[in-house]
C-alpha cells in the first residue's frame, strides 16, 4: 500500500500524539478492507461525475431499490398487526383463548425474534445480503398463511415463534441495504420512506379487515373472515419475497441494472461515509469495540425504553379504540388516520432531520408528539370518546424515534462486524421490549388500561432524555475531531474510506446528529 498522505504536517511535539490506531490501518491489508476496495484501487483517479450524472444515478437506485422495500416492509407489518385485527373479528373466540392468552400471542412472537437475532445478523454478514433477506420473507409469508389453520392457543403459540424467527432479519437487512447504497446525508428520509409503510400497513390493513368482517358478517365468505386476513397477507408476503429474490442485488457490485461505470460510481459516491459496502470477515476488535461504545447502550436503552409502547399498542389498538364506546367494526376503519399520523411524522421529519442535520432532534419533537396523545387518552374523561381517538392517532408519530436510531446504526456505525453486532444488539432489546409491551396490558384492567397507559407515559418520556443524550454526545465528538484535524493530528491513510475501519477508528468519520 502507498505511504500515507498527511493533509497536515504535524510538528515534531504533535507526532507523538497521533493516535497508534491510525497508524496500525497505514498497513492495512487488502483482504481485511471493504469489498469494493480492490475495483477502488483498480478504478483510482478514473472516475468523475457531473452534478447531472449523479442525480440521474441516483435516481436509477431509487426507482430500483426503494419502491421493493417500502412495500415488504409494509407488509410485514400488516403481518404483525393481523393478529389485533383477529381479535375483533373472532379468533379469541374461535381458538378459546381466554385470560392473558391473547397476550402472550403478542409476547411470542418476540421470543421467536429474540432467540435468532444476533444468528441472523452473522448471517447477513456471511451470505448474499438481498438473498437471504428475500428467502426470510418468503419462508414466513407461509408460516404467516399457516395461522389460518390453527384451532387453538398451542397451534397459534408455535406459529407467532416462528413468525419472530423469519422476520428477524429485515430491519436489519434494510438497514445495511441502506448503507451500501446511499450517502449518510441521503439515508435518514430514505430509511424513513420504507418505514413509514407501516403506517400505509395500518391503513390498508384497516381497510381490509373491514371489507372481511363486514363480508363475514354477511356470510359472504367461505372462511372466517380472521382467516382470511392471515391468507391474504401471507399470500402478498411470499409474492413480493420472491419478487425480492429475483430483483434486489446483494450489493453494488453484483447490480446488473448498473454498468461497470455506474458501479463504481456508486462506490465514489459513498466514499464519505467511511463505511464501504461490506466485508464477510468476523472481527473480533470490532465485535468488542461495539461493547464498549457508550452510544451502542443508548441505542439498547432507547429499542427497549420505546418498544414498551409499541409492543403493546401494535397488538392492542383495535381493544383500546374499542374502549372508546366504538363497535368492533368501526374500530377498523377508526384506526386507520393512525397510519396516516405515521406516515407524516416519519417521512417530515426524516426528511427535516437530514436536511439540517438533526435527525436526533426532530426525533424527540416526534416523541413529544405521541406523549401529549398518551396523555390526552389517559386523561380525557371517558365521555370524550372523540379526543381520546385524537390522542390515539397522535401516538402514532413514536415511530419517528425508532427509525431515527435504526437510520443512525446504518448512518453512524461503522466497521461491518461493528454495525451487525450494534443492529443486533439493537434489535434484541427491540424483542424485549415488544415482549414487556403486550404484558402491561393485563386482562384484569380493561377496558381502560391505565396501568399500561401510565407506564407508556414513561417510557415515551425516558425516549425524549435518551435521543437527547445521543445527540450530545455525537455533537460533542464532531466538535473533538474538527479540532484534531486543526492541530494536525488527523493522518489521512489513502482510500481508508474502504478499509472497514468503525467510527472510532477513523478520525475523519464524523457522526449524524
Known amino acids: 500500500m502507498s505511504t500515507p498522505e498527511v493533509e497536515k504536517a504535524p510538528s515534531a511535539e504533535d507526532e507523538g500524539r497521533i493516535s497508534k490506531d491510525v497508524e496500525a490501518h497505514i498497513s492495512v491489508r487488502l483482504d481485511d478492507g471493504d469489498e469494493a476496495l480492490k475495483i477502488v484501487l483498480e478504478e483510482e483517479g478514473s472516475v468523475s461525475m457531473t452534478p447531472e450524472e449523479e442525480a440521474a444515478l441516483l435516481r436509477k437506485i431509487d426507482w430500483h431499490i426503494l419502491p421493493l422495500l417500502c412495500i415488504v416492509y409494509g407488509l410485514q407489518y400488516w403481518d404483525k398487526t393481523t393478529l389485533s385485527y383477529s381479535s375483533i373479528m373472532g379468533i379469541q373466540t374461535a381458538t378459546h383463548l381466554v385470560g392473558q392468552q391473547y397476550s402472550w400471542l403478542g409476547s411470542i412472537f418476540y421470543f421467536g425474534y429474540l432467540a435468532f437475532e444476533y444468528p441472523t445478523n452473522r448471517l447477513l454478514q456471511r451470505l448474499p445480503l438481498a438473498k437471504f433477506t428475500a428467502f426470510n420473507i418468503v419462508v414466513w409469508g407461509i408460516v404467516l398463511a399457516c395461522m389460518a389453520g390453527t384451532t387453538n392457543f398451542a397451534g397459534l403459540m408455535v406459529v407467532r415463534f416462528f413468525l419472530g424467527v423469519f ?10 441495504l441502506m448503507s451500501q447504497w446511499y450517502r449518510v446525508n441521503e439515508q435518514g428520509v430514505r430509511t424513513g420512506l420504507w418505514f413509514s409503510f407501516n403506517g400505509f ?39 413480493f419475497g420472491v419478487v425480492l429474490y429475483l430483483v434486489m442485488p446483494d450489493s453494488p457490485l453484483t447490480a446488473r441494472w448498473l454498468t461497470p461505470r455506474e458501479k463504481t460510481m456508486v462506490i465514489e459516491r459513498i466514499r464519505g461515509n467511511n463505511q464501504g459496502v461490506g466485508n464477510k470477515k468476523f472481527k473480533l476488535h470490532q465485535f468488542i469495540e461495539a461493547f464498549m461504545d457508550i452510544k451502542t447502550w443508548l441505542f439498547v436503552a432507547f429499542s427497549l425504553i420505546a418498544d414498551i409502547p409499541n409492543g403493546g399498542l401494535s397488538n392492542f389498538f383495535s381493544l383500546i379504540i374499542t374502549s372508546f364506546g366504538f363497535t368492533a367494526q368501526q374500530s377498523l376503519l377508526y384506526g386507520c388516520p393512525a397510519g396516516a399520523v405515521e406516515v407524516i411524522t416519519i417521512i417530515g421529519f426524516l426528511w427535516l432531520g437530514d436536511k439540517f442535520n438533526a435527525r436526533l432532534l426532530f426525533a424527540a419533537v416526534s416523541e413529544t408528539i405521541s406523549l401529549l396523545g398518551i396523555v390526552l387518552i389517559y386523561a380525557l374523561p371517558t365521555s370524550m370518546k372523540v379526543g381520546r381517538l385524537f390522542g390515539y392517532y397522535l401516538t402514532g408519530a413514536s415511530a419517528t424515534g425508532i427509525v431515527t436510531i435504526l437510520s443512525l446504526i446504518s448512518s453512524n456505525v461503522a466497521g461491518y462486524t461493528k454495525k451487525t453486532t450494534v443492529a443486533a444488539l439493537y434489535l434484541i432489546f427491540y424483542c424485549v421490549g415488544n415482549l414487556i409491551g ?43 475531531r474538527d479540532e484534531m484535524k486543526s492541530r494536525g493530528e488527523y493522518v489521512h491513510v489513502p482510500n481508508q474510506e474502504f478499509l472497514d475501519q468503525t467510527d472510532l477508528e477513523n478520525k475523519a468519520f464524523r457522526y449524524r446528529c
Open 167 to 176: 422476520e428477524a432479519s429485515v430491519s436489519p437487512g434494510f438497514a445495511l
Open 201 to 239: 400497513a395500518i391503513i390498508f390493513g384497516g381497510l381490509v379487515a373491514y371489507a372481511l368482517a363486514k363480508d363475514d358478517q354477511a356470510h359472504e365468505l367461505s372462511i372466517a373472515g380472521w382467516k382470511a386476513v392471515f391468507v391474504i397477507a401471507g399470500c402478498l408476503t411470499i409474492a
Open 438 to 480: 403486550p404484558q402491561v396490558f393485563q386482562a384484569k384492567d380493561a377496558p381502560r388500561y391505565t396501568p399500561a397507559l401510565i407506564t407508556i407515559v414513561v417510557c415515551f418520556s425516558l425516549c425524549i432524555l435518551i435521543l437527547l443524550a445521543i445527540w450530545y454526545i455525537n455533537h460533542r465528538e464532531n466538535i473533538r
